[in-house]
């Protein structure tokens, strides 16, 4: 029987019915791999796995905190292949993003990045958006849109005060809001992300721009703006979003994803002494 763990988001990243969507899925993920006899498939939480490296043969993961992944990152170094990889992870963070975007030729609003406890307004305008600078909204209040420097200046004091050192300031793109799921070329949703003019696109160039932003990532989602003209921006990435308008067909999307891991592990000769001993 080959071992398999699974990992539920953190509280503190997965606040609210975000909490209830993400185990959901989690769960169903969990469903569909133990239907298939030759996986043991145990869940936990990152507090309850972090006493001991696990000798499981892969870690699927929807941690997406700094000290979680500082975590994973080390058990991969020491050979656990894990979904998502914590250095995919990372680089969904606001801090690392808009480089990496600009390196993979992914449209991405102008970025800067200011210290909360200290910041130096930017040009207001005509407004533009403050989020968290590490990891991707927890709640609503960790995106915010700013218009007025008094406006500025009460985003970073509540940064500030919920302890986020790093904000990003983000240009505004006017257009509808698309958000997409997808599991490593294998899976592709979107949907609107509210009320929409209808502005016609290319969804194979959005899936295709999708694909491009995910790098490493394995199970990711995002937001785009799409202009009137049908140009395609991304606005924000992160790693295993919930599914939740279409759970049912990504669990199992994803689990043949991790399947398909496994055993390409296993064919390669990754599966360590003590991994083929629990097997």
């Known amino acids: ?33 133990r239907a298939r006899s030759d996986f043991s498939v145990e ?5 309850q796995a972090s006493a001991r490296r696990p000798t499981a043969t892969l870690v699927f993961s929807m941690c997406q ?40 030729g992914v449209p ?12 130096r307004a930017p040009h207001i305008g005509n407004g533009f958006w403050l989020k968290r600078g590490d990891v991707h909204a927890s709640v609503s209040a960790d995106v915010q849109w700013v218009d007025s420097l008094a406006a500025f200046a009460a985003c970073c004091a509540d940064f500030m005060s919920r302890g986020i050192e790093i904000a990003a300031v983000q240009a505004h793109r006017t257009g509808d ?11 592709f949703h979107w949907f609107y992300a509210g009320p929409s003019r209808g502005y ?55 689990a043949d994803h991790v399947t398909g891991r496994v055993h390409a592990a296993w064919n390669r000769g990754l599966v360590s002494s003590a991994n083929q001993s629990a097997v």
């Open 1 to 33: 029987m080959i071992r398999l763990l699974g990992l539920y988001r953190e509280k503190e990243c997965s606040p609210g019915r975000h909490q209830s969507n993400d185990a959901l899925l989690l769960d169903e993920v969990a469903c569909c791999l």
């Open 43 to 47: 869940l936990s939480t990152i507090e």
């Open 177 to 187: 809001e698309v958000k997409f799921y997808g599991v490593a070329g294998a899976f």
């Open 200 to 254: 016609s696109f290319d969804p194979v160039a959005l899936r295709h721009l999708a694909s491009r932003a995910a790098g490493g990532l394995d199970v990711f989602g995002g937001d785009v703006i799409v202009s009137p003209s049908g140009e395609l921006t991304l606005i924000d990435l992160n790693d295993w979003p919930s599914f939740a308008p279409c759970r049912t067909r990504a669990a199992e999307a994803i």
């Open 65 to 104: 905190g700094p000290a979680a992944l500082d975590l994973l990152a080390g058990w991969e170094r020491s050979g656990v292949p894990i979904v998502n990889s914590p250095r995919a992870a990372r680089n969904t963070y606001r801090d690392r993003l808009p480089a990496l975007m600009a390196g993979a």
């Open 108 to 119: 991405f609003p102008e970025t800067a990045l200011i210290a909360t406890r200290d910041p």
